[in-house]
């Protein structure tokens, strides 16, 4: 009978302890934050308001590198606030002597690691890639950096590098130039190789 008894008492003990261990470190995690803390980082916050200024309808203009005396490819972009509020989307298309162009970002801000994320892809491949990184000193301008698993670099002995530059500083204009990285050299030189330029359209009513 007491053994019986015992045999419980250890069985209630396995099975209590492992959520007292898991409600403990709900209540505190290391470095003192709490799993409120934890949790409210998951809510949009001032960043994402700052993002959701440039929700709307735009023309866009998109002016390859190498695109040396010709104009630039013009077309139409529109973008949204997604996940509630939790990323802007930015889809665009435009055509002309740069080329065609046809794809999307999506931007948003990790309140965990205090840093803009970015995800781009376009008709140019069957992948995506991503970047992440901060507003530059006394800048409304966020400069994101990233890598790219590509194949044909890897088999040339290099890694694909590259970097976004996103330009915030009017609510009726903003700009996106990706950089690529010679990770030849030392010097890494950066290279912009396409910029897009959005610009608010204005909606006439009739």
Same mark, same amino acid.
């Given at each position: 009978? &007491?053994? &019986?008894?015992?045999?419980?008492?250890?069985?209630?003990?396995?099975?209590? @302890?492992?959520?007292?261990?898991?409600?403990?470190?709900?209540?505190?995690?290391?470095?003192?934050?709490?799993?409120?803390?934890?949790?409210? =980082?998951?809510?949009?916050?001032? *960043? &994402?308001?700052? @993002?959701?200024?440039?929700?709307?309808?735009?023309?866009?203009?998109?002016?390859?590198?190498?695109?040396?005396?010709?104009?630039?490819?013009?077309?139409?972009?529109?973008?949204?606030?997604? =996940?509630?509020?939790?990323?802007?989307?930015?889809?665009?298309?435009?055509?002309?002597?740069?080329?065609?162009?046809?794809?999307?970002?999506?931007?948003?801000?990790?309140?965990? &690691?205090?840093?803009?994320?970015? @995800?781009?892809?376009?008709?140019?491949?069957?992948?995506?890639?991503?970047?992440?990184?901060?507003?530059?000193?006394?800048?409304?301008?966020?400069? =994101?950096?990233?890598?790219?698993?590509?194949?044909?670099?890897?088999? =040339?002995?290099?890694?694909?590098?590259?970097?976004?530059? @996103?330009?915030?500083?009017?609510?009726?204009?903003?700009?996106?130039?990706?950089?690529?990285?010679?990770?030849?050299?030392?010097?890494?030189?950066?290279?912009?190789?396409? *910029?897009?330029?959005?610009?608010?359209?204005? *909606?006439?009513?009739?």
């Amino acid at each position: 009978m &007491h053994r &019986h008894i015992e045999m419980s008492l250890v069985a209630v003990t396995m099975f209590v @302890l492992p959520w007292q261990v898991v409600a403990q470190e709900r209540a505190q995690r290391p470095g003192g934050e709490t799993f409120a803390q934890s949790r409210e =980082l998951a809510n949009p916050g001032p *960043e &994402h308001d700052m @993002l959701s200024k440039f929700a709307g309808n735009w023309d866009v203009t998109v002016t390859a590198g190498n695109a040396s005396g010709r104009t630039g490819s013009v077309g139409k972009c529109r973008s949204y606030m997604t =996940l509630e509020r939790r990323f802007l989307w930015i889809g665009y298309e435009a055509r002309g002597e740069s080329g065609r162009f046809k794809g999307a970002f999506m931007v948003g801000f990790d309140r965990r &690691h205090q840093h803009f994320t970015m @995800l781009a892809m376009d008709t140019d491949g069957t992948y995506f890639v991503t970047s992440k990184g901060k507003k530059l000193p006394d800048s409304q301008s966020i400069k =994101l950096y990233g890598t790219d698993d590509d194949p044909y670099m890897k088999k =040339l002995g290099f890694t694909k590098e590259f970097a976004h530059v @996103l330009k915030f500083n009017a609510p009726n204009k903003f700009t996106i130039d990706i950089l690529f990285i010679d990770t030849r050299t030392d010097e890494r030189k950066e290279v912009k190789a396409i *910029e897009f330029t959005f610009t608010r359209r204005i *909606e006439t009513k009739e």
